[in-house]
């Protein structure tokens, strides 16, 4: 059994290793340092230009890899650990990477057809969905997303057809990663998250990170916190 440091850490390069592929799939690459993860251009919308992977990432780690003259740069300070204020950022958000022990009994069986999206079309009608039908944030998603071994872009669908929600999953040797989970208007967000944990692998733990109303849901679908983290910009 893996230990509550050793999933938090593994979390922590599962996130950033689904950074990278959202990178890739807007024709970018970050780079992979032994303390973080740094990309020196823009990265795509809402996702960072550094990631710390280890906790005694300092800030030279994160800083020296970006351009901070570029509006809303942003940091992931994976284990809370750094004071980026005098370098001239702020403090944009805290939340807590959270993480579902393989071997828990089944989460509560999931209502609708929870499949991946296969699809560019399906891929763009989950993407609207999933930016509350905000088309410039569903751009986010390409198709090129849907070619990698390693993503799956997850879709509930009612009886009737209709999207009860999504989530995208990133499969790594020791967790899989659940990112983007979103439930429709008069969908249940406990919904999703049975969807999702009855789509995931059960032999390893399932990680991800929340933050206010959202972490609820995911603790009662059976998650623990196991650590803070913030995200820094400069905006």
Known sequence: MITDDEVLGDAVRNNADWCQT??????????????AWTSSVRTPLYYPEAVTLTEDAAAKDVLDGIDRT??????????????????GFRLLFEAQWIARPAGLPPAPAATGDWRPVRSPEELDAWALAWSGGDAGDAMLFRPELLADPATTILAGHGDDGRLLGGAVLTTSPRVTGVSNLFATPGTDPSLAWAGVLAS?????????????????????????????????TTG
Request: with cysteine; glycine share 12%.
């Open 22 to 35: 959202m990178c890739r799939a807007h024709g970018l690459t970050g780079t992979f340092g032994p303390r």
């Open 70 to 87: 570029i509006p809303w740069t942003s940091v992931k300070d994976s284990y809370a650990r750094l004071d980026l204020e005098p370098e």
């Open 200 to 232: 995931a692998p059960a032999d390893r733990p399932v990680v991800g990170y929340e933050s206010g109303d959202d972490l609820p849901p995911a603790l009662a679908a059976g998650f623990g916190t196991i650590g803070p983290l913030r995200v820094w």
